[in-house]
């Protein structure tokens, strides 16, 4: 047998074992979400925490372990994230108190809308691209004493930088009174550089996307918390404004506090 064809066994049990600790983490989540009654009814109140420690079996599933630079409030706000990954998910899930935004089809989607559903998602009902409709629907649920978590780049990107943010969302919190609270995360491999294997971004499938990740190993995802922006007496461009500047230094001072050079 070449060492080359070892190396492939040994990638594929590696992959077999982390689709294994997925699908455990999966059945762990379903059992919990059914013993606190959160596919009848989810219990927002108790549910960020049972949320967080899942979320956290899910990143450390894809070797993918979490810091947070600075201790993540649990602030009571509209949460605004860059977006490198799908990995984002489970990670901002394991330290922030939000809930996530979703398509309102992935409720009907078998297993993760019923996970999804159990961890009280927002899920949306989008008409003709109207934003603003979205935005209302974000503000009662603020106004209801529920965060919510969103990627206001709208896409994906490499982790070296934040793009132009579209900030027509940021309206919800406007309209709610309550603050914008940015955090950042940044992937970082064994080396100290930015981990490029967790990027999904640009002509990338899922299917390779999720082949990558699996196959990196030792990734650490540092998470800072930013200042939060308070909301009363602002536009929403003048909001928008700063959170793009806001951001952006953000995952600047970052990347000089976790890298071992800024590449």
């Known amino acids: 047998m070449t060492s080359r064809n070892r190396f492939s066994i040994r990638k594929n049990i590696a992959r077999g074992k982390q689709v294994v600790g997925m699908f455990g983490t999966i ?96 899920f949306i009902q989008r008409g003709s691209g109207d934003s603003g409709t979205i935005s209302e629907q974000m503000a009662a649920f603020l106004r209801e004493g529920y965060s919510i978590l969103f990627f206001p780049e709208a896409t994906t990107t490499d982790g070296k930088q934040i793009k132009r943010i579209h900030g027509k969302l940021l309206q919800s919190a406007i309209d709610a009174n309550k603050p914008v609270q940015p955090i950042v995360v940044c992937y970082v491999n064994k080396q100290g550089e930015l981990d490029e294997s967790i990027p999904y971004y640009g002509k990338m499938t899922m299917a390779e996307s999720i082949k990558k990740v699996m196959d990196s190993r030792d990734t650490t995802a540092y998470v800072l918390p930013l200042a939060p922006l308070e909301t009363q007496g602002k536009t929403k461009s003048k909001l928008t404004d700063e959170l793009q500047q806001h951001m952006q230094s953000g995952l600047e001072e970052l990347h000089r506090r976790v890298l071992k050079s800024n590449s």
Not at 52 to 77: D, L, S, W, Y
Not at 88 to 117: C, H, Q, R, Y
């Open 27 to 122: 059945a762990g989540g379903m059992s919990t979400a059914r013993r606190i009654g959160a596919f009848k009814s989810p219990p927002r109140e108790i549910l960020p925490r049972y949320i967080q420690i899942f979320c956290r079996k899910m990143a450390n599933t894809f070797g993918v372990t979490v810091v947070q630079v600075e201790p993540v409030p649990q602030t009571h706000a509209l949460w605004a994230s860059n977006h490198v990954s799908w990995m984002d998910i489970p990670v901002m899930g394991s330290v922030t108190p939000a809930f996530f935004l979703s398509k309102s089809e992935i409720a009907n989607w078998p297993i993760f809308g019923k996970l999804a559903t159990a961890a009280g998602t927002l």
